[in-house]
């Protein structure tokens, strides 16, 4: 189990997509939206924190979601899982060996691009505030690893690819990490109190201003865990197939192990 937990870590850390999309480029976003746009912020909340933070859980959840969601479908799609199924793994080994896999590829987002953007900008952010906002946002994100491996274990490749995709841009767009909520339609601010990823960036909002999140945000992204987390255990089982004899019809390639 620990060997390939470290396998499939380190696949995941030396994914070019995994290291361009969600650290080199979310750190060239924050340099230019700080020089270029100074955005609206709660009082005693520095600028160019709230964007670091903002840019980092924008980068978090594509990892969530593409370290869990994107690559167990890839796994099913390839045959890796019915491979897998012939073994003494269990299913929920399985999963659980991609939510952590899923939670370091959070982590790493949350504490390299505000902490870089720290120290290139500075920030007037107590360093307790500072570092109780970045553990908020990646205890949140994993909301969004739970809910991307259940998206692999449900759909296929093509239908649960798109669906990746569209979940973290709408959810990304409708929590204001890009521009502030206050600044949508009335409707479409209603709407965006059902996401999880604005009561998140609001949390961390809250400990960036020196306080602790709020309950009705705390309990929103618990909720949203909770049935997600249930979703999840209850499908758990058909991610890999039954332990039976691997058949590969005539003229077919068998399964071989994913390179990315």
Known sequence: MRTLFRVELRRVLRDPAYLCGNLIIPVGMCLLLSLRFSPPVPDGVDPMTRIAVSIALFSSVSAALNSTGLRILKERHTGWTTRLGLTPLPAHRYLLLKLGVGAVACLLPVLLIPGLMAGIMGTQVHWTAFLLSLLT????????????????????????????????????????????????????????????????????????????????????????????????????????????????????????????
Request: hydrophobic letters at 55%.
């Open 137 to 260: 946002a990646w205890l949140g994100t994993l909301v969004f690893c739970v809910l991307g491996a259940l998206v692999g274990c449900l759909l296929g490749e093509a239908v649960g690819g798109l669906l990746c995709v569209g979940l973290h841009v709408v959810l990304s767009v409708l929590a204001g990490v890009f521009w502030p909520v206050s600044a949508m339609p009335g409707w479409l601010q209603a709407a965006t109190l059902a996401n999880p990823l604005r009561h998140l960036l609001e949390a961390v909002g809250h400990t960036q201003a020196g306080g602790v999140p709020g309950l009705a945000h705390v309990l929103v992204l618990l909720g949203v865990l909770l049935c997600v987390s249930l979703a999840l255990v209850m499908t758990h089982h058909r991610v890999l197939v039954p332990r039976t004899r691997l058949e590969v019809p005539r003229g077919a390639q068998p399964p071989t192990v994913p390179t990315q």
